[in-house]
Nanobody, 119 residues
Framework: VQLQASGGGLVQAGGSLRLSCAAS????????MAWFRQAPGKEREFVAA????????SYAESVKGRFTISRDNAGNILYLQMNSLKPEDTAVYYC?????????????WGQGTQVTVSS
């Protein structure tokens, strides 16, 4: 499975961005998918996850009520709508996929997209 993330950029605090992650491969639509992020000098952290059916969704406490994870009907594109952005949301955001639903580890990872929130 190959994952290509896009949609990052520079935004002012309080603004919004939508990240996209295109998955390709023969079984990509059957995988659970998630977003993680890594800020400079910090460990990678979980942001949000969605099961392949869409029936299970998880969010990190720090983004609940501000971020929304979703997938297209074919299951090949993962989105992360980010509203009310804060400077502490600044990080490289990575999409991930795998056969096992998790908030910790996935088998496949994209290259990351930079999100910078200015105060």
């Amino acid at each position: 499975v190959q994952l290509q993330a896009s949609g990052g950029g520079l935004v002012q605090a309080g603004g919004s961005l939508r990240l996209s992650c295109a998955a390709s491969g023969p079984t990509s639509s059957t995988y659970n998918m998630a977003w993680f992020r890594q800020a400079p000098g910090k460990e990678r952290e979980f942001v949000a996850a969605m099961s392949r059916s869409g029936g299970i969704i998880s969010y990190a406490e720090s983004v609940k009520g501000r971020f929304t994870i979703s997938r297209d009907n074919a299951g090949n594109i993962l989105y992360l709508q980010m509203n009310s952005l804060k400077p502490e949301d600044t990080a490289v955001y990575y999409c991930s996929a795998g056969p096992t639903y998790s908030t910790r580890q996935y088998d496949f990872w994209g290259q990351g997209t930079q999100v910078t929130v200015s105060s």
